[in-house]
C-alpha cells in the first residue's frame, strides 16, 4: 500500500489528464476507505517534484499570446470551457503538491482529508468540463492554454501559510467571484451540459476556499499570529497584483473569507470609505 505521499506523486507525475485525474480518484478512494476503517495511510516522505507531469497539449502560451475569443459564439465558449478545464487540471495538482511538499509540518489527519476531498472534486471538475468539450466536437489540448498558472505554487514553494493565503483564499476565491457570470453565458446558449457542470463546480469551490481559510487559521493560531495581518502580508509578497473587484462577498462569507481580508488587497476603495 502506497503513502499518502506516494499517491501524490503518483497523481503529480501522470502526464495525461484523464490518466491524472482517474489517479487521483482512485487514491482518494483508498484515502477514505482506509480512514473509514480506521487504518489511515501513513504519510511517508516521497518529494513533490517541482512541477507536475503534464500532456504534449495543450500548447501553453504566455497569457499576453492567448488568442481572446467572444463567449457569444460557439467557438468563444469552447474557448472558455477550455480555459476552465486548464484551471481544473492545474487544480488537482495544487491540491495533491501541497501534501508532500509540506509534509515536514505537522498537522492534524482532518487537514489531509480536506486536500484529498478537494482534490478528487476538481478531478470530478475536470472530467465534466472535457465531456462538455467533447459533446461539442473539442478536446482539451485543441486549444492553447495559459503558460504560467504553476507559478503561484513556485512562489509558495518553502512557505505552507503562504501557499494557503494564494491559492485557496485568492485564487479559488476568484473562483467564486466568475463562476455565476459564466454560468450565465452557457445559460443564454442553452448549454445544459456546460451549465451542470458549472453549477457543481460552483457548489464545491465554496467549500475549497473555506479548507484554505480553516487551516490558515489553524496554523496564525499555532504562531500566535492575526490572520488578518498575515493573510495580507502573505498575499503582498507571494501574489503578483491586486485583487479584481466585484467580489461575491457571500460566496465568500460561507467559505470564511470576511471583507476586511480581501479588500484592502483590492484596486480599489473599499465601497462607501472613500
Ligand atoms: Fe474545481
Ligand atoms: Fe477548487
Known sequence: ???LTEMAVDVLTAADGREKTAKSRAHAATWFAARAAGKPIPLGDAQAPLRPSRPAHPELLDPR???KRKPGSPQGRIALLHAVAHIELNAVDLHWDIIPRFAHVAMPPGFYDDWVKAA???SKHFNL????????GSFYGALPAHAGMWRAAEDTVDDFMGRLAVVPMVLEARGLDVTPGMI???RKAGADQAVAALETIYAEEVAHVAYGSKWFHFLCGRHDLDPKDAFHT????HFHGALKPPFNDEKRAEAGLPP???WPLADQPV????
Request: one cysteine or more; a negative charge.
Open 1 to 3: 500500500m502506497p503513502t
Open 65 to 67: 499570446d492567448v488568442p
Open 120 to 122: 478528487d472534486e476538481e
Open 129 to 136: 468540463i472535457c465531456d462538455c468539450l467533447e459533446a461539442l
Open 184 to 186: 450565465a453565458i452557457f
Open 234 to 237: 502573505l498575499v503582498r509578497r
Open 260 to 262: 476586511d481580508f480581501y
Open 271 to 274: 465601497p462607501g470609505t472613500r
